[in-house]
């Protein structure tokens, strides 16, 4: 649509990649076309893969962004509250959202949380989010009421090993359309059809380190 357009030639990623020093040689490519184009908004605070497999599940695109914050006494050699948070990204298409779908991914979730392999529980672990997202040709009205009530967070060792949240979010390009959950501060860069300010790209940064600075 011509609104999509609009708002998405207003960014350019390869001057925006240019100004912040980032190299575009190791950045996928992406057939699928809108995936391309959203990409172009993840790599700024995602390491980003092309058909990631995960537990036997297939995703399109994958992201990973890791936070390291420290806070110092008088001197950075004296530092103390070290802090890690930790995003995963999957996103795939589906010829039509479900919410059965969507509860199977939540399960997935609490799986990759489970499993050890994604963080370490300590006490330096603050957070880490699981956030799903389906690309669809339309949103289903059921499928929208479920993602936008869809909240879980889970507290580890009561809170001392901080907490994982899981986060849903499902868009329909073609109708400009998008539904997530509250913690989904990624669907952002899969409206191509809004213009991308510099909060739409913080996402979880934003959140963590504003919860860090208290």
């Given at each position: ?32 076309d809108y995936l391309d184009r959203v990409s172009d908004r ?41 802090h890690e948070s930790h995003e995963y990204l999957f996103a ?112 979880i940064v934003s959140r963590v380190l504003d919860r860090l600075?208290?």
């Open positions: 649509m011509s609104g999509a357009a609009d708002a998405d030639d207003s960014f350019d990623p390869k001057a925006a990649a240019e100004e912040a020093g980032i190299d575009l040689s190791g950045v996928p490519d992406w057939e699928d993840l790599m700024f605070n995602y390491d980003l893969e092309r058909d990631r497999s995960v537990s036997g599940e297939r995703f399109s695109l994958f992201g990973e962004m890791r936070i390291e914050s420290e806070k110092h006494f008088f001197h950075p050699a004296l530092n103390y509250a070290n795939c298409r589906v010829a039509r959202p479900t919410v059965a779908e969507l509860e199977r991914l939540v399960g997935l979730g609490h799986e990759l949380a489970d499993s050890g392999a994604w963080f370490d529980a300590d006490e330096e672990h603050f957070g880490t989010d699981f956030t799903f997202v389906l690309v669809a040709e339309e949103i289903p009205e059921d499928v929208r009421a479920f993602v936008s009530e869809f909240a879980d967070r889970t507290l580890i060792k009561l809170g001392y090993y901080g907490h994982y949240e899981l986060n849903l979010a499902v868009v329909a390009p073609a109708d400009e359309d998008v539904v997530a959950s509250s913690g989904a501060d990624v669907a952002q860069a899969f409206t191509l059809w809004t213009d991308v300010s510099p909060t739409a790209r913080r996402g600075r208290r």
